[in-house]
């Protein structure tokens, strides 16, 4: 069964979307709930990648953000203070689309992606 034939199947049936990619489990739960291009999770490898579109554990990382974010010539800037003792997390995307360009975890001078383990420990899922 190719990929359309998954989603007719799916639509005919009432199941949510199925992704072709492992997906976090936020995007697993929530499933594809709009008309438009399908979602794209940001950590089928368990690793936080910028080819993303409409991931719900970016989307919710974003959303911490509310307070603590930057704007500028369309681009946002959010950051989350991670442990209080000089851990954050950056995260980076264009208006309000879908994909989340950056989340990056700085510590002191190592940055790196951030993992589906600590967002999921962030997000408290
Ligand atoms: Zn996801």
Request: one cysteine or more; charged letters at 25%.
């Amino acid at each position: 069964m190719n990929q359309t034939e998954r989603i007719m199947e799916a639509m005919m049936t009432n199941k949510k979307y199925i992704s072709p990619y492992t997906d976090c489990k936020l995007c697993k739960e929530r499933g594809k709930n709009w008309n438009g291009d399908d979602p794209k999770c940001a950590f089928t490898n368990g690793i936080f990648s910028n080819g993303n579109w409409n991931c719900e554990t970016a989307n919710r990382l974003r959303d911490l953000t509310d307070d603590t974010r930057f704007y500028n010539n369309d681009q946002y800037c959010g950051i989350v203070d991670l442990d209080g003792f000089g851990k954050f997390l950056i995260l980076s995307w264009y208006k309000s689309r879908g994909r989340t360009e950056g989340a990056w975890v700085v510590d002191q001078a190592l940055i790196s992606p951030i993992t589906l383990k600590e967002a999921e420990e962030l997000l408290s899922v």
